[in-house]
């Protein structure tokens, strides 16, 4: 493999649907696992439209390309200078080869350029199973991994960041596993492999391996086995074959031993999961199973402060903006409100009659009453939003390494009333969470028992002794809680509303700025509006003859 020269590729493009265009290439030549010499990169200038949905994604407009890409034959003329007929990878090769580049390539009439090599999600898919929690999104992995930021969805981005996961992560584990040779890869690519944690069916989510003790899921997989669906056939019988293999499904290893013992160590000095550290799962003894809980409480400690903070961030904006702007808003929705009942009211009156229209119209003050209601309730909500102290956001970290101990999974099963209990509690941290309250925050990571018994619930029993016999499901259980804090918080990141909060506090008169357009925008809307309403008032009293206008 150190000797072997070969093409990473990716590609941004016009959507999934054929004809797809390609409106950016991306290639990096690797050695063996190194990236060598520099990338190739090109916008490509096809005279096309960009469908919005595409372009949300990738940034890229047909005006961009028209400006800065360059035509489609000249691009793939460099490119194949470039590649030569080295082959090529990409993390979703199906997509970028079969779907994308031969089809593009056929259209423009020009060869295929370097050779298929293998996929590299499928690859990564294999190596890391069953983590993380059975996702292997591209931008997922780099934020578990803690890989370089490089730019997420562009082809060159995700060209480095799937380099960077080469290099630091997949590398080690293939050559644990003996995969030292090219050929080795490709066919541990393409061999027939299903992942562990089950995907479909009653039995999602849980590994298959539990089968050779659990009855029901050996049932289940026999079943799947014995299906008249080709592909559901292969795959019962392709896990019952694993099933016949004696040894574990992820052997201890120098490897997973390096990032148990790292994690630990580093768990233990300060609750914070290293760098460098892989957490993943190995079978490991019951102590390494332990420092790999505590490795993962810290992450998902450091995870979830940082989305509170952040979060907390763009409420604050949004509390901003309200206060500055409450008062057009609220004009704004009187005037919808009257526009629509008075539409009503026209409406039941050409359809009904006076008495039908009158009492169609006696719903407007109500309905004006819950809307002031309601900006009451906003307000008196924003009023509490601000943004995070220094100290504040100290004191997260410190709040989420307590909280995220209160993670049971399936302990209390088999006692209604505990489940009950638990799914509340944690309901609670999650609302907290989301609206920035740290004081409930606060009083939970403090004392959760006592913040049970002051809401009335059953009581819970938080002692890690009654952990241990599952500490295998908790291990599983807060990777799947670290998957969906890191997904939400790229959600969060790639938000607009959050690059607008990050200019404002780059540039705190901005928000007065934006404050003022939307002022403007506002008022021009409520000018429209009134207008409206007035052509409806006039449209009534002609007529009913009445000379006040209804729903004033």
Same mark, same amino acid.
């Given at each position: 493999?150190?000797?072997?020269?070969?093409?990473?590729?990716?590609?941004?493009?016009?959507?999934?649907?054929?004809?797809?265009?390609?409106?950016?290439?991306?290639?990096?030549?690797?050695?063996?696992?190194?990236?060598?010499?520099?990338?190739?990169?090109?916008?490509?200038?096809?005279?096309? *439209? &960009?469908?919005?949905? !595409?372009?949300?994604?990738?940034?890229?407009? =047909?005006? @961009?390309? $028209?400006?800065? #890409?360059?035509?489609?034959?000249?691009?793939?003329?460099?490119?194949?200078?470039?590649?030569?007929?080295?082959?090529?990878?990409?993390?979703?090769?199906?997509?970028?080869?079969?779907?994308?580049?031969?089809?593009?390539?056929?259209?423009?009439?020009?060869?295929?350029?370097?050779?298929?090599?293998?996929?590299?999600?499928?690859?990564?898919?294999?190596?890391?199973?069953?983590?993380?929690?059975?996702?292997?999104?591209?931008?997922?992995?780099?934020?578990?991994?803690?890989?370089?930021?490089?730019?997420?969805?562009?082809?060159?981005? *995700? &060209?480095?960041?799937? !380099?960077?996961?080469?290099?630091?992560?997949? =590398?080690? @584990?293939? $050559?644990?596993? #003996?995969?030292?040779?090219?050929?080795?890869?490709?066919?541990?690519?393409?061999?027939?492999?299903?992942?562990?944690?089950?995907?479909?069916?009653?039995?999602?989510?849980?590994?298959?391996?539990?089968?050779?003790?659990?009855?029901?899921?050996?049932?289940?997989?026999?079943?799947?086995?014995?299906?008249?669906?080709?592909?559901?056939?292969?795959?019962?019988?392709?896990?019952?074959?694993?099933?016949?293999?004696?040894?574990?499904?992820?052997?201890?290893?120098?490897?997973?031993?390096?990032?148990?013992?790292?994690?630990?160590?580093?768990?233990?000095?300060?609750? !914070?999961?290293?760098?460098?550290?892989?957490?993943?799962?190995?079978?490991?003894?019951?102590?390494?199973?332990?420092?790999?809980?505590?490795?993962?409480?810290?992450?998902?400690?450091?995870?979830?402060?940082?989305?509170?903070?952040?979060?907390?961030?763009?409420?604050?904006?949004?509390?901003?903006?309200?206060?500055?702007?409450?008062?057009?808003?609220?004009?704004?929705?009187?005037?919808?409100?009257?526009?629509?009942?008075?539409?009503?009211?026209?409406?039941?009156?050409?359809?009904?009659?006076?008495?039908?229209?009158?009492?169609?119209?006696?719903?407007?003050?109500?309905?004006?009453?819950?809307?002031?209601?309601?900006?009451?309730?906003?307000?008196? !909500?924003?009023?509490?939003?601000?943004?995070?102290?220094?100290?504040?956001?100290?004191?997260?970290?410190?709040?989420?390494?307590?909280?995220?101990?209160?993670?049971?999974?399936?302990?209390?099963?088999?006692?209604?009333?505990?489940?009950?209990?638990?799914?509340?509690?944690?309901?609670?941290?999650?609302?907290?969470?989301?609206?920035?309250?740290?004081?409930?925050?606060?009083?939970?990571?403090?004392?959760?028992?006592?913040?049970?018994?002051?809401?009335?619930?059953?009581?819970?029993?938080?002692?890690?002794?009654?952990?241990?016999?599952?500490?295998?499901?908790?291990?599983?259980?807060?990777?799947?809680?670290?998957?969906?804090?890191?997904?939400?918080?790229?959600?969060?990141?790639?938000?607009?509303?959050?690059?607008?909060?990050?200019?404002?506090?780059?540039?705190?008169?901005?928000?007065?700025?934006?404050?003022?357009?939307?002022?403007?925008?506002?008022?021009?809307?409520?000018?429209?509006?009134?207008?409206?309403?007035?052509?409806?008032?006039?449209?009534?009293?002609?007529?009913?003859?009445?000379?006040?206008?209804?729903?004033?």
């Amino acid at each position: 493999m150190k000797s072997t020269t070969w093409i990473l590729l990716d590609t941004e493009t016009t959507g999934f649907a054929p004809p797809i265009y390609v409106v950016e290439l991306a290639a990096q030549r690797m050695l063996g696992w190194k990236m060598q010499a520099s990338p190739f990169r090109k916008l490509l200038n096809q005279n096309r *439209d &960009v469908p919005p949905e !595409a372009s949300r994604v990738h940034g890229y407009t =047909r005006e @961009i390309l $028209e400006r800065d #890409g360059e035509p489609a034959l000249q691009v793939y003329r460099d490119f194949g200078a470039y590649a030569a007929n080295l082959p090529i990878v990409s993390f979703n090769l199906p997509f970028d080869l079969d779907d994308v580049l031969v089809p593009e390539w056929k259209r423009l009439g020009i060869p295929p350029i370097g050779s298929k090599g293998f996929c590299a999600l499928r690859l990564a898919q294999r190596l890391l199973d069953p983590v993380p929690a059975g996702n292997c999104k591209l931008q997922t992995l780099r934020q578990y991994y803690r890989l370089p930021e490089r730019g997420a969805h562009t082809a060159l981005g *995700d &060209v480095q960041t799937v !380099a960077d996961l080469f290099d630091q992560v997949l =590398r080690p @584990i293939a $050559e644990q596993r #003996g995969l030292n040779k090219w050929e080795e890869l490709v066919r541990y690519s393409s061999d027939e492999w299903y992942p562990s944690r089950i995907v479909f069916g009653k039995h999602k989510g849980r590994l298959f391996w539990e089968a050779r003790t659990d009855q029901k899921l050996r049932g289940w997989l026999e079943w799947l086995a014995a299906s008249s669906n080709a592909r559901s056939r292969n795959m019962g019988r392709w896990y019952l074959r694993q099933l016949e293999i004696e040894s574990e499904p992820l052997p201890d290893s120098p490897v997973s031993a390096v990032a148990v013992d790292g994690a630990s160590k580093q768990a233990e000095r300060s609750h !914070a999961t290293p760098r460098d550290a892989l957490v993943i799962y190995v079978n490991p003894h019951m102590e390494q199973l332990r420092r790999l809980v505590a490795a993962a409480r810290a992450r998902l400690a450091e995870l979830e402060a940082d989305y509170t903070r952040e979060r907390s961030r763009v409420d604050a904006m949004h509390a901003a903006l309200f206060r500055q702007l409450r008062e057009h808003y609220q004009r704004r929705d009187r005037f919808r409100l009257i526009v629509d009942y008075r539409r009503r009211y026209l409406d039941a009156l050409l359809r009904s009659g006076e008495d039908d229209a009158k009492q169609s119209a006696q719903g407007y003050e109500e309905a004006r009453a819950r809307v002031e209601r309601e900006y009451e309730e906003t307000s008196a !909500a924003v009023a509490k939003k601000h943004p995070l102290t220094a100290e504040e956001e100290m004191e997260l970290t410190r709040l989420w390494k307590k909280l995220v101990k209160l993670y049971h999974p399936d302990r209390f099963a088999g006692e209604p009333d505990k489940l009950d209990t638990y799914t509340k509690l944690t309901g609670a941290i999650n609302r907290a969470k989301d609206t920035g309250d740290m004081k409930t925050l606060r009083e939970i990571a403090e004392d959760p028992a006592g913040y049970i018994l002051r809401q009335g619930w059953a009581s819970l029993d938080f002692s890690d002794e009654v952990l241990v016999a599952k500490l295998r499901r908790l291990y599983d259980t807060l990777q799947i809680e670290i998957i969906t804090v890191i997904e939400s918080l790229g959600e969060l990141r790639n938000s607009p509303d959050y690059e607008l909060s990050q200019l404002c506090a780059r540039r705190p008169a901005m928000l007065d700025e934006l404050a003022k357009q939307q002022a403007k925008a506002l008022e021009e809307e409520c000018r429209h509006l009134e207008g409206q309403a007035c052509k409806l008032a006039e449209e009534i009293q002609q007529l009913s003859g009445d000379g006040s206008p209804p729903i004033a």
